[in-house]
C-alpha cells in the first residue's frame, strides 16, 4: 500500500517549452507532497513542499515562476518546468508522507532531457 | 545543511552483514532517523526509522546509541540486489520536510 505513481518516467522536451510531470497517490490521501530534483551522481535536493488547497512553499535558489506547483486535490500534485533551458535536464522526484507510519513513499522519477 | 555524515561508499561480500554507520550529532529530541535506499535512477525506497530504541524489521535493523548522536543500519545477509546509495536523514517525522546528504555507495560483491 502507499503508492506514489510518477509519469512520464522519461520526457525529452526542447529549450522553450513546458514539461508537466505528475504525481498521483493511489491508495492514501496525500496534504502534503514534496519535491526533488537529483542531478547525476548527486543527492537529492528537495526543491519545494505542495500542499492541497495552498500555494508550496519553495527552498532557498529555487524559481517558483520557473517550476510551478500545483496540488489541487488530495491525490495530485503536479510539477511544471516552465521554459525549459539544457541546465533543468535532471532526475525529478516526488515524495509524499506514508498514511500508516512516519515513513515518506516517494515516486519512480522522471528525467527530463531538454535540448 | 550536513545534517548528517556518511562515508561516501562501502563494499560488502554477499550473505555477509553490512553495516553502514551514520552521524547526526546535531539530532534533537523529537527528531526521528530514518534510512532509505536508492538503486540507480529509481525513486528511494524507505528502509527503517527510529526515535532512540533499536528497530528491526524485515528488510533491516537500526542501531541507535544512547546519545543519539549516530546510527547504524544493519543489513543483516546483504545480496547482490542491495547494492544501492544508502541515505540516512533525521527528521521530525511526517509533514516535516525530508533532506537528504550525499548517502553511502554500497556495493555487495560475488
Known amino acids: 500500500g502507499a503508492v506514489v505513481s510518477q509519469h512520464p518516467s522519461w520526457v525529452i522536451c526542447k529549450s522553450g517549452t513546458s514539461v508537466k510531470i505528475e504525481c498521483r497517490s493511489l491508495?492514501?490521501?496525500?496534504?502534503?507532497m514534496f519535491w526533488y530534483r537529483q542531478f547525476p551522481k548527486q543527492s537529492l535536493m528537495l526543491m519545494a513542499t505542495?500542499?492541497?488547497?495552498?500555494?508550496?512553499?519553495?527552498e532557498q535558489g529555487v524559481e517558483k515562476d520557473k517550476f510551478l506547483i500545483n496540488h489541487a486535490s488530495l491525490t495530485l500534485s503536479t510539477l511544471t518546468v516552465t521554459s525549459a533551458h539544457p541546465e533543468d535536464s535532471s532526475f525529478y522526484i516526488c515524495?509524499?508522507?506514508?498514511?500508516?507510519?512516519?515513513?515518506?513513499?516517494f515516486g519512480s522519477g522522471t528525467r527530463l532531457t531538454v535540448v | 545543511d550536513a545534517k548528517t555524515t556518511q562515508p561516501p561508499s562501502m563494499d560488502c561480500a554477499e550473505g555477509r552483514a553490512a553495516n553502514l554507520p551514520c552521524n547526526h550529532s546535531?539530532?534533537?529530541?523529537?527528531?526521528?532517523v530514518y534510512w532509505y535506499r536508492q538503486i540507480h535512477s529509481q525513486g528511494p525506497q524507505y528502509i527503517i526509522h527510529?526515535?532512540?530504541n533499536n528497530e528491526t524489521n524485515e528488510m533491516a535493523s537500526l542501531i541507535i546509541t544512547e546519545d543519539r548522536k549516530s546510527s547504524t543500519l544493519i543489513l543483516p545477509h546483504a545480496t547482490l540486489r542491495d547494492t544501492a546509495v544508502y541515505y540516512c536523514?533525521?527528521?521530525?517525522?511526517?509533514?516535516?520536510?525530508?533532506?537528504f546528504g550525499k548517502g553511502t555507495l554500497l556495493t555487495v560483491n560475488p
Open positions: 515524495s509524499a508522507p506514508h498514511p500508516q507510519s512516519y515513513g515518506y513513499t
Open positions: 491508495d492514501f490521501q496525500a496534504t502534503t
Open positions: 505542495s500542499n492541497e488547497g495552498s500555494k508550496a512553499t519553495y
Open positions: 546535531t539530532i534533537s529530541g523529537n527528531e526521528y
Open positions: 527510529g526515535l532512540k
Open positions: 536523514s533525521i527528521n521530525g517525522g511526517s509533514n516535516y520536510k525530508l533532506t
